[in-house]
């Protein structure tokens, strides 16, 4: 029992006068029937003892919450004093008391696992219940003591001692062994036989029983009632501490007269050890004389050899034999064993109580058994022996019999139907390759038919043994013999028969088949060839030019003329196949359905020859549809080039010229405007021709023409030149206009503005209307600048913040003017709103409202943030920092 986990376990240390105890493991799933009878036996027993210091418990686990009444009971108990007890109400006192009184019971050698004084103190139950038994053991119990035993142990074997006279009564335990009630009755009768009228008592009326024993106790014993009949009778098994409690008051009522009897009980064991000693050898005596005369009676049977003419019999024998081996032999086993421990468990008892060693009677010692016994399995191997050896001999017969039985079986079976296909006419319907598989067949079943010429000589050989040996139905054997003789003989002939009929009919199919093979050669390349012309002159034909339809109908015409050849290839074949059919009339042999090398036939070979001189004039007339079809989709193409070979250069010439106008526009950006306008309107005009162009292409995309020799125009590119063309001129206007804006904002003179445009072209050497990161660094170098490669790229930042790589006459006059301009916005702006903000560092909203318009007012008060310096009131707005935002954003 290892689990200990939380459980409470009582350990006597020395005296482990609990070694057998079930342990509290299993009580702590309490049953509630033994938690009921616990606590009234646990409450009665505390009662006994508290009367005598004047007073009681009613509820245990309430009572000894406070831990005064334990203390009290301890005392009554050991007859010792306890500490003073605490007399406070608190729970810290009541745990202190209750911890005084499990320190003493500590003191008295218990050790306490988990009965802690929080669990007695919070009433509970279980705890409480094992706290109480703890103390019943270690009070009532542990003391005890009979004939070298203590404890439990003690208190069963008192109650066996003093209950042993009545024969009704049998105490093996302290639960079930007390269930009828008698057991109690028979502990009080021994002792005061004047109380109880024992005769008197039924084993079958246990309240009766218990009531009786309960009441006289109480009434003449001075033990209280600590048991309730009627939970005795209805538990299954009742509770083995509430039993053990109860029966511990008897024994400590009853425990005076014990001395008297310690003394008797030295005396009866020295003669009860004498007795049983000579009763055991009594009992070998006897038990080794019954051996020898069985092992006498029994050898001469096993030796008895006269043998049995039947297997029956023999068998009979050999099932007597092994009933003795399973029934009679194995209980007189365990008797020599029993007698071998008898007289070594009778020596070692003899040596142990200092008597003299055991000699049995002449002729039954130990060695005589060992002898008669070794003579006993002698025979009965000698005898097993002979008995196998016989029966194998009448089995060799039967075994013989069974052999002849079961190859003649197999033989009837094998030849069972072989005269009925040796006769089968099956060759007179068969092919050629019919016929070669029946000739392997036939061939398969001569060697088969040889490989059974040794079992019918076995068979032969086994009926001659049997008839030699007298085999009681040898008659039988010989008629079946002779059977199988007659119809081997007969199985030859048929053989040779059905050989002779086989190789005949092969010739003549072979005549036939060599026949067939020359129509199949023939036949398959000229059905083919009428496959592939069909699939050829149904086959639609994809072309994109009159030369490629013109092919087309060359070969077809090429085609036409092999057709007269190929008519006589077919009158050919057929003549073969006439051929076939007149042998067949004549011969009356079976044709074998169909020609084994080909699937074609005459009538197939016909009607394809008719398909194909159908399908000829409808090629024609298809040759002819699509010549017309190319025709017009040549018209179309040409109709496309011939203007889109026009417009394509002219879109090209007017970029050229664009390109050209914006490097060397002359005059006011006012009068380049003009003349751009101009120049837009006359491009704008030519969109008609782009639409009927458009018109055109449409017709060519419907009539799924997709390639063009008479031009490298495509549609997609005139489209692309076209919105380039558009979007070129819009885009140059829109400089000259942005050219303007930047003028006025900046105050740019005109003078200023030309110069900027003939240095721009100047450094512009590519003539793209942009200069590259090279060309504008030689400008800035020109034009006095000294900077290092930082500079350079802020300026290259400024000038081109989308990362181009390019400078655009728009982006260039832009830096110049920021350079030429020297005003700084943001420190402006700053002071401006100083100046409404009446020199403070910040602004309100109402400032802004009353100063400005409402439009920018509310612009500024949505975008400044809160002001946060240490000046600050609430409502202060910060204009410096969007001031510099402000400046940021514009200057990029």
Not at 802 to 812: D, E, K, P
Request: proline share 3%; with cysteine.
């Amino acid at each position: 029992m290892d689990h200990h986990h939380h459980h409470h376990h009582y350990d006597g240390g020395e005296n482990d006068y609990m070694q057998q105890e079930d342990d509290w493991d299993r009580d702590l799933l309490l049953d509630p029937a033994w938690e009921k009878q616990q606590r009234k036996t646990f409450t009665a027993w505390c009662n006994s003892h508290l009367r005598k210091a004047g007073t009681q418990i009613d509820n245990i686990e309430e009572d000894f919450r406070d831990g005064l009444k334990l203390m009290l009971l301890l005392e009554v108990i050991s007859g010792e004093r306890l500490a003073k007890p605490e007399r406070g109400k608190m729970r810290v006192h009541k745990i202190s008391n209750v911890n005084k009184a499990l320190n003493f019971i500590a003191s008295k050698g218990v050790k306490l696992v988990s009965i802690g004084a929080e669990e007695i103190v919070d009433g509970n139950a279980k705890m409480t219940l094992g706290m109480i038994w703890t103390i019943i053991l270690r009070f009532a119990i542990q003391d005890i003591s009979v004939e070298e035993t203590s404890a439990k142990e003690g208190l069963l074997l008192w109650c066996q001692r003093k209950t042993a006279p009545y024969k009704n009564v049998n105490i093996q335990n302290f639960h079930i062994s007390w269930k009828d009630g008698l057991g109690f009755c028979a502990l009080i009768h021994r002792h005061r036989p004047e109380l109880i009228d024992y005769g008197k008592l039924r084993k079958d009326d246990p309240m009766t029983n218990l009531n009786t024993a309960f009441d006289v106790a109480e009434k003449y014993l001075d033990i209280p009632k600590m048991l309730d009949a009627e939970d005795i009778v209805s538990t299954l098994r009742p509770d083995e501490k509430a039993v053990m409690t109860y029966v511990s008051c008897f024994y400590h009522a009853f425990s005076g007269k014990q001395k008297a009897e310690t003394a008797a009980n030295r005396i009866c064991k020295v003669l009860a050890v004498n007795q049983e000693n000579e009763q055991l050898m009594e009992d070998y005596e006897k038990l080794a004389s019954d051996l020898l005369e069985w092992i006498r009676r029994t050898i001469p049977w096993l030796e008895n050899r006269v043998p049995e003419s039947t297997m029956q019999a023999m068998q009979q024998k050999l099932e007597d034999f092994r009933g003795y081996r399973r029934q009679h032999k194995p209980p007189k086993v365990q008797e020599k064993c029993q007698l071998e421990i008898n007289f070594n468990t009778l020596q070692t008892k003899l040596r142990l109580s200092n008597r003299p060693a055991f000699m049995p009677s002449e002729g039954r010692m130990v060695s005589d058994i060992s002898n008669a016994w070794g003579s006993l399995e002698g025979a009965e191997k000698g005898y097993e022996e002979w008995l196998l050896n016989e029966i194998r001999r009448l089995e060799r017969l039967d075994h013989l019999a069974e052999k002849f039985r079961q190859k003649a079986a197999i033989h009837e079976a094998w030849t069972e139907g072989k005269e009925g296909m040796l006769t089968k006419k099956d060759y007179e319907v068969a092919s050629l390759s019919d016929i070669k598989a029946l000739l392997k067949k036939h061939e398969a079943f001569e060697s088969d038919l040889a490989a059974h010429q040794d079992r019918v000589e076995q068979i032969a050989a086994i009926a001659q043994e049997l008839n030699e040996l007298e085999y009681y139905d040898s008659p039988s054997v010989n008629a079946r013999c002779q059977k199988i003789c007659d119809q081997w003989d007969s199985l030859g002939a048929m053989t040779q028969k059905r050989n002779e009929a086989l190789q005949r009919t092969e010739k003549l199919l072979e005549t036939i088949d060599q026949l067939y093979l020359e129509f199949a050669k023939r036949a398959a390349p000229f059905n083919n060839w009428m496959e592939g012309a069909m699939e050829d002159l149904q086959d639609t034909f994809i072309v994109h030019t009159i030369e490629e339809i013109q092919g087309l109908s060359t070969a077809h015409e090429q085609f036409k003329a092999t057709l007269p050849d190929a008519d006589k290839e077919r009158l050919a074949i057929l003549g073969i196949h006439n051929e076939i059919v007149k042998i067949v009339q004549t011969y009356h042999v079976n044709m074998a359905g169909t020609n084994p090398y080909t699937t074609i036939n005459p009538q197939e070979i016909n009607a394809k020859w008719d398909k194909v001189g159908q399908l000829v004039p409808q090629r024609d007339q298809a040759l002819i549809e699509e010549h017309a079809r190319q025709q017009n989709n040549e018209r179309l193409r040409r109709q496309f080039a011939s203007q889109a070979n026009v417009i394509g250069p002219w879109i090209q010439t007017k970029m050229e010229e664009i390109g050209r106008i914006s490097i060397e526009l002359h005059g006011t950006l006012e009068d380049q405007l003009t003349n751009l306008r101009q120049y837009e309107k006359s491009i704008v005009n030519y969109k008609p021709k782009i639409d009927q162009l458009e018109g055109d292409h449409q017709q060519i995309q419907e009539a799924l023409i997709f390639d063009n020799k008479h031009t490298n125009y495509t549609m997609e590119h005139i489209r692309v030149g076209w919105e380039q063309l558009l979007t070129t001129i819009a885009r140059t206007i829109n400089e000259i206009e942005n050219q303007i804006l930047t003028r006025d904002a900046k105050g740019i003179s005109q003078e200023q503005l030309s110069e900027f445009r003939a240095s721009f072209n100047h450094f512009d050497r590519k003539r793209t209307g942009m200069m590259d990161g090279e060309d504008f660094r030689t400008c800035l170098i020109s034009m006095g600048y000294n900077m290092g490669e930082a500079e350079f790229a802020r300026i290259m930042s400024i000038v081109d913040p989308n990362r181009l790589g390019v400078v655009t006459f728009q982006a260039f006059i832009d830096f110049m003017s920021r350079e030429t301009a020297d005003t700084d916005t943001a420190d402006q702006v700053m002071a401006s709103f100083k100046v409404l903000a009446g020199d403070k560092n910040y602004i309100l909203a109402e400032e802004l409202r009353r100063e400005l318009p409402p439009d920018q007012a509310e612009y500024c008060i949505a975008r400044m943030a809160p002001y946060t310096g240490p000046d600050k009131v609430p409502g202060a707005l910060d204009y410096m920092s969007f001031s510099t935002a402000l400046y940021g954003e514009s200057d990029l």
